[in-house]
């Protein structure tokens, strides 16, 4: 692609339609063409978070006027009103998009009142700023209401990305957006598959709930409600599934993506999902050719649909080489998304230049079931490398990066996490508040190796002076309570040496339902070295045995690099990275609701003095003294209340004196 057509294809996508533009500063001087030779730039944004709600007064007439769904501080949603998360009063939040080596300047102000926050920046590895990772209580003191934080990192991992609040249910609720990091031309290995990667093509899907996150949250967990969103957005909008079938007609708009006939364009794809509602994603008519996931190209594989799971991302090339037409870009919800719950999907439309279509003008009626295109898929639900030739699982894919032959060596360091849906028919629940009461229905509480995670009271890499001793549990340290029954809740962790070669082996042990979770790692990429489903449910014991009897094939040779992986339920998922980025990383689910019910746990790589200092000034969490106590006396003398017993008491240590005295 050269400069030419990155202006032309700006042009013609500002002339045909400016309302499609994904939220994008006007003059960010950093959405640039990155051209060889480019000098690195220092990119500010500002980010004020705040609650807002869709379907405000910005919007006017929208969506009887869909020209006012487009107004600055409108935000559509799915068509129905309701509180949300927003930064800068937009869904999804801005778009950053910068070239490699680029320095990214973020001054997050906290506006939600009732809330702190902190900014995950998803795919980069923070390698020179550990402490900028954005994970509360981990790296760094939460970002307190009414406070400001400045993020400061090198955009060092290129590819598609996305940022988002990293607490409580703040992502649910709306805070996230596109994190876009460019190369030169040359730099691309893919460079001459397409024609145009512009900003436009950005797609950032996101699961959506006519209720906040914190509802859904707490229903689940205290009365056992489904946890099965309304809707699925692209970009922010789409219509809630009840509009389609012709009660309504007037809709909000679906986002629309505009092509010339006869190019190739780089999609770039962002599952921002937050339930258990992986996304199929199929263009009508169009073959899909993938050319890179997570931000790490791999060996291209034309598909004609794409499944992916909450934190993954993927690119794509789509040739406009069908007729001048308007086609239907569709997402189907799968697990809790499907027909057993609540049939999510959703639209966005693909219109070739020269059509000039009215904006609420659709190809033709959808519906959940339309019938899946023949051919390829990428990424299948719940299917590892035993499945057939009409699928790609990740464990197929080929990465272009060169591949480090230490992963070759017996790993330094291999650990199993275990999980599934457990049933604790006694809680010990402490988020968010204290609690141990016995149930009569066992909740299902997602768990690694059967422990629930806390959060530390301070934050652990700026101020990990003040640790002393052990302060992780884990499955071999933790053996006070049987985990089976009652829910064991403390700071899951690990320690592992600088410089290891590390295997996590992932078993999904699939006894409760066939779910599926995909698990995100921080400050690191690592390679999928072996995936498999065995069956519809097997022990951590199991996978042992089978590793022992020689029948797990690991690729050692060039398996795709990924930061998020699902796992087939029912099987496993090995993966393998190289530990030399010091630090306190997460590794979690990136399903929120099983995040904030303790699917996490922290690896410590290295020792704490190995690590990257923080600067001097970085805020501190307060921790106040248990001796801290207030004067009750003095409260009572002043205020005069209350204070009967005392007064009686007083009276007879009086009458006992006199008594006393008389005596003597
Ligand atoms: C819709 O709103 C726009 C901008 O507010 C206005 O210019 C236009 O006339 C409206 N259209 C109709 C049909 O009312
Ligand atoms: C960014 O910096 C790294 C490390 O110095 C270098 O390898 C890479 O080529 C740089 N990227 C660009 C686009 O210049
Ligand atoms: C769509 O129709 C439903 C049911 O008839 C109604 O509750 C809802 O308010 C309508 N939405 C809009 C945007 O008109
Ligand atoms: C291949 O696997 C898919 C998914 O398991 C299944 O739907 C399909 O029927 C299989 N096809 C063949 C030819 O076995
Ligand atoms: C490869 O692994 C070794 C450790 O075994 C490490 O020192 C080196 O930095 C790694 N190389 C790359 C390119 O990651
Ligand atoms: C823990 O409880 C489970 C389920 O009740 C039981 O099967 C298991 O034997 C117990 N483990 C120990 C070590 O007591
Ligand atoms: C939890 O209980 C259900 C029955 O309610 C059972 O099917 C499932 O296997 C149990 N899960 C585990 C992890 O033991
Ligand atoms: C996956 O299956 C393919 C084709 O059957 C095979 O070539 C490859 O070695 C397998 N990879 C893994 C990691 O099992
Ligand atoms: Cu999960």
Redesign the pocket.
């Known amino acids: 692609m050269n400069n030419f057509s990155f202006l032309l294809g700006f042009l013609c996508i500002c002339v045909a339609k400016t309302m499609q533009e994904l939220n994008v500063e006007e003059n960010d001087p950093c959405r640039r063409p990155c051209e060889r030779g480019f000098e690195p730039l220092v990119c500010h944004y500002k980010f004020e978070i705040e609650w807002y709600s869709t379907l405000a007064e910005a919007c006017r007439n929208c ?1 009887f006027n869909v020209t006012d769904c487009f107004r600055p501080g409108c935000i559509p949603g799915d ?1 129905n009103r309701r509180k949300i998360v927003t930064i800068n009063k937009m869904l999804p939040g801005p778009s950053i998009e910068v070239c490699q080596n680029d320095t990214v300047v973020v001054d997050v102000i906290n506006k939600l009142e009732n809330e702190a926050t902190t900014i995950h920046w998803h795919g980069q590895l923070q390698r020179a700023y550990p402490y900028m990772d954005g994970v509360p209580y981990v790296t760094q003191c939460p970002i307190e209401p009414y406070t400001s934080f400045r993020y400061t990192f090198k955009a060092t991992q290129a590819g598609t990305h996305f940022w988002h609040s990293h607490m409580g249910m703040q992502r649910v609720d709306g805070a996230f957006g596109p994190l876009i990091v460019r190369v030169p031309k040359e730099k691309d290995y893919h460079s001459d598959l397409y024609d145009f990667d512009l900003s436009s093509h950005t797609l950032i899907i996101s699961d959506w709930e006519t209720k906040i996150g914190e509802i859904v949250l707490l229903s689940h967990f205290y009365s056992q409600e489904e946890t099965s969103p309304a809707s699925l957005l692209v970009n922010g909008i789409g219509r809630h599934k ?2 389609y079938n012709g ?2 007609k ?1 809709f909000v708009p679906t986002a629309r993506f505009d092509v010339q006939k006869g190019f190739r364009y780089r999609f770039r794809v962002i599952n921002s999902g937050s339930l258990n509602c992986p996304v199929e994603l199929t263009v009508v008519k169009h073959d899909i050719i993938i050319i890179s996931t997570d931000g790490q190209d791999i060996k291209p594989i034309k598909a004609s649909s794409l499944i992916m799971y909450a934190g993954e991302r993927y690119d794509f090339i789509l040739h406009a080489n069908q007729k001048r037409d308007l086609y239907w870009i569709k997402f189907r919800g799968l697990l809790n998304c499907n027909t057993i719950y609540t049939s999510v999907f959703q639209v966005a439309v693909l219109e070739y230049a020269g059509i000039n279509a009215e904006p609420n003008s659709y190809p033709s009626k959808v519906f959940f079931g339309f019938p899946p295109r023949n051919g390829i898929q990428v990424n299948p639900l719940n299917e590892g490398n035993e499945s057939n030739n009409t699928v790609v699982p990740v464990s197929r894919m080929e990465a272009i990066d060169d591949w480090n032959e230490s992963l070759q060596l017996i790993p330094d360091f291999q650990y199993y996490i275990g999980f599934d849906f457990n049933n604790i028919s006694l809680r010990k629940f402490q988020w968010p508040h204290k609690s141990n009461f016995k149930v009569k229905n066992p909740v299902k509480i997602p768990q690694f190796n059967h422990i629930s995670f806390l959060n530390p009271s301070i934050p652990l890499l700026p101020q990990r002076d003040q640790l002393d001793g052990e302060i992780f549990c884990n499955d071999e340290n933790h053996q006070e309570q049987n985990c089976s029954n009652v829910q064991c809740q403390c700071v899951h962790g690990i320690k592992i040496p600088l410089g290891a070669v590390v295997e996590l082996i992932f078993v999904d042990e699939g006894y409760t339902y066939d779910g599926g979770h995909p698990i995100h790692l921080h400050g690191y990429a690592f390679r999928v070295i072996s995936m498999e489903r065995l069956g519809s449910s097997v022990s951590v014991e199991q996978v042992k045995k089978r590793d022992e009897q020689g029948l797990i094939y690991r690729n050692l040779y060039n398996a795709p690099l990924k930061d998020t992986v699902s796992v087939p339920d029912g099987g496993y998922t090995i993966v393998r990275f190289v530990a030399n980025n010091p630090g306190y990383w997460v590794l979690h689910c990136h399903i929120e609701i099983h995040l904030a019910l303790g699917m996490t746990m922290i690896l410590q790589v290295g020792e704490k003095k190995e690590m990257v200092p923080v600067p001097r000034d970085f805020p501190r969490c307060y921790q106040s003294e248990p001796e801290f106590t207030v004067n009750l006396d003095s409260y009572n003398a002043s205020e005069n209340s209350g204070s009967w017993v005392t007064i009686q008491t007083k009276f007879v240590i009086v009458m006992l004196l006199l008594v006393l005295y008389v005596i003597f």
């Open positions: 969506p068509g009840t509009f009660r309504n007037t």
